[in-house]
């Protein structure tokens, strides 16, 4: 079986393929109807994200249910965390260890909004331990875990400009930072802990 002369063959069939009122029909109607559907995807979105918007000028941070945070540093390093946590719309009242503790038994049944958030250094290792309030405050472990991240990743870049290094000094001085988060009143879970009761529930 010879096959020269194909090419031909195949371009003389198209070309009258594309002749036909047909394929031309049917290929000015697709174009339109790709251009009409993606005209709507830009337009619809638009129309209702627009009524919704200029509805409610709430912000995100409005629900965010940790207010107060009670600070205990009891590390060398003077931490400052107010930039990081202001626009959160959190509130830092700095207390002292027994203070702390004192705190730590009032969060358990309280209808503060608020959290306690201890800092120690521990063999060159920051612990961070925050405790969110029970009882009706309804603060959630997930607001106490965002504002402990925020303070874990503050406190990291402020302990490298605290301790004066070069920038080629800085990767060996990375200290680790521990962090525990539970609410007040309960023993803080490991993550599979914590996993397994979300499972559970």
């Not at 009258?16 to 000015?28: A, H, L, P, V």
């Not at 931490?79 to 002292?96: H, S, W």
């Not at 539970?182 to 802990?193: F, R, T, V």
Request: aromatic residues 6%; negative net charge.
């Amino acid at each position: 079986m010879k096959t020269k002369g194909w090419k031909e063959v195949l371009a003389f069939t198209f070309t009258q393929q594309i002749k036909t009122k047909s394929f031309i029909i049917g290929t000015i109607v697709i174009t339109l109807i790709v251009a009409l559907m993606a005209a709507i995807a830009n337009i619809l979105p638009t129309f209702f994200l627009d009524g919704a918007l200029s509805g409610s000028e709430a912000s995100p941070l409005d629900s965010f249910t940790v207010r107060t945070l009670y600070l205990d540093n009891e590390t060398e390093y003077a931490f400052d965390f107010t930039k990081a946590l202001e626009p959160m719309g959190i509130t830092i009242k700095t207390v002292t260890a027994a203070e702390a503790d004192a705190k730590a038994n009032e969060l358990v049944n309280t209808a503060e909004q608020a959290a306690l958030t201890r800092i120690t250094l521990v063999d060159d290792m920051f612990n961070i331990d925050s405790q969110y309030a029970g009882g009706d405050s309804g603060v959630t472990k997930g607001d106490c875990d965002a504002v402990t991240q925020t303070i874990s990743s503050n406190l990291h870049a402020q302990f490298l400009v605290l301790s004066g290094l070069p920038e080629d000094k800085l990767t060996t001085a990375l200290s680790g930072v521990s962090v525990t988060v539970s609410c007040a009143g309960e023993e803080p879970e490991s993550m599979i802990g914590s996993i397994i009761k979300t499972v559970v529930r």
